[in-house]
């Protein structure tokens, strides 16, 4: 089972930490978008590796076998929303508000995964153990 929670419960509460530090990045008083950029390009790199060890960790688990979904909410779109983070350091000079976008999509982005899959996580709980106590 802790296999399980290192592929499944694990990245949630991660998607929701960098959500929350990406937030507060963005908010700080900064006299300039270079030192930001550079934070949330760094935490955009760091996510997208964490996103293939969680690939890998969903992969070899054996308490669960994941569906499309499962594939689409903590691999896909997680290393879509790092990998945004991760280019839009490169258009801050040039597109400040686009690039500035971007980094607001990708937190949304990891903030509705993060609640997608905790919600995900109960319903699995609550169902899978009325499932496991009515058939004993």
């Known amino acids: 089972m802790a296999e399980a929670g290192a592929a499944f419960a694990t990245?949630?509460?991660?998607?929701?930490?960098?959500?929350?530090l990406l937030s507060a990045l963005l908010r700080a008083p900064w006299h300039g978008l270079t030192i930001p950029a550079v934070l949330w390009g760094l935490v955009g790199i760091s996510g997208a590796a964490y996103t293939l060890v969680v690939?890998?960790?969903?992969?070899?688990?054996?308490?669960?076998?994941?569906?499309?979904e499962d594939w689409l909410f903590h691999v896909a779109l997680p290393l879509v929303a790092y990998l945004g983070l991760a280019v839009t350091p490169l258009a801050v000079l040039s597109h400040t508000r686009k690039a500035v976008f971007g980094v607001g999509a990708a937190v949304l982005l990891l903030l509705f995964i993060g609640i997608h899959n905790a919600w995900d996580s109960i319903a699995y709980h609550v169902f899978g153990s009325r499932r496991d106590t009515s058939s004993g």
């Open 55 to 68: 690939a890998r960790l969903v992969r070899r688990q054996s308490v669960y076998q994941p569906e499309f």
């Open 11 to 20: 990245p949630t509460v991660v998607y929701f930490g960098a959500a929350l």
